[in-house]
């Protein structure tokens, strides 16, 4: 497997004996855009402790997405509360 770019140029050239090496770098770099635009982050977790009557939390960390909220039921078991994804009023709905 090539790992270096000189080695991914050579193995393009091989197929594309006509690209040069600016034109295949560029390509290189565009291709590699992509994939980091399209590839998701590494998922960390945030455990919150909560209040009784406290609706809003402001977190310590900056969060991008929230994927999934779970909460810790008495018997130490998690379960998921998908009502608390999306998008959330201010007004009490």
Do not use: W
Request: glycine share 6%; charged share 25%.
């Amino acid at each position: 497997m090539a790992t270096t770019q000189k080695e991914l140029i050579e193995l393009v050239q091989q197929h594309f004996p006509n690209k040069g090496h600016v034109e295949i770098r560029k390509m290189l770099n565009r291709a590699q855009d992509e994939i980091c635009s399209s590839a998701e982050p590494l998922q960390s977790f945030l455990e919150i402790t909560t209040v009784a009557g406290t609706r809003f939390y402001t977190p310590a960390v900056d969060i991008i997405k929230i994927s999934r909220v779970e909460m810790q039921d008495e018997n130490g078991q998690y379960f998921q509360i998908p009502r608390l994804l999306g998008s959330v009023s201010s007004n009490g709905d």
